[in-house]
């Protein structure tokens, strides 16, 4: 059984940057395509990017391209999400998930495998 566990959460001013981490283990993450999302209080939860499984094919939704970078590390069988120009609307908990498709839908039912998020917290 799949298990995810984020890190890398925090309190960070306007413009600064954080890297999230997303660790696996019980199996590989070689296999899955990795998605993280984000969810505001009081807002839906939503899709921020995705990486195909084995390649480095990627997607991100429109407010953080160019400032989000997501990436992985399939010997450390960890994901990364590296976050530079951080904005107060990007406040939320991220989750990372496992799932086998990545499109800019971000459809969270297609993910099978979720962590159990961290805050993120953009404030003066």
């Known amino acids: 059984q799949l298990q995810l566990v984020e890190s890398g959460g925090g309190l960070v001013q306007p413009g600064g940057s954080l890297r999230l981490s997303c660790a696996a283990s019980?199996?590989?993450?070689?296999?899955?395509?990795i998605g993280w999302f984000r969810q505001a209080p009081g807002k839906e939860r939503e899709g921020v990017s995705c990486?195909?499984?084995?390649?480095?094919?990627?997607t991100y939704t429109d407010s953080v391209k160019g400032r989000f970078t997501i990436s992985r590390d399939n010997a450390k069988n960890t994901v990364y999400l590296q976050m530079n120009s951080l904005k107060p609307e990007d406040t939320a908990v991220y989750y990372c998930?496992?799932?086998?498709?990545?499109?800019?839908?971000?459809?969270?039912?297609?993910?099978?495998?979720w962590g159990q998020g961290t805050q993120v917290t953009v404030s003066s």
């Open positions: 019980g199996s590989t993450l070689d296999y899955y395509t």
């Open positions: 990486i195909r499984s084995y390649g480095s094919s990627t």
């Open positions: 998930a496992a799932g086998f498709r990545c499109s800019s839908l971000f459809e969270p039912h297609e993910y099978d495998y």
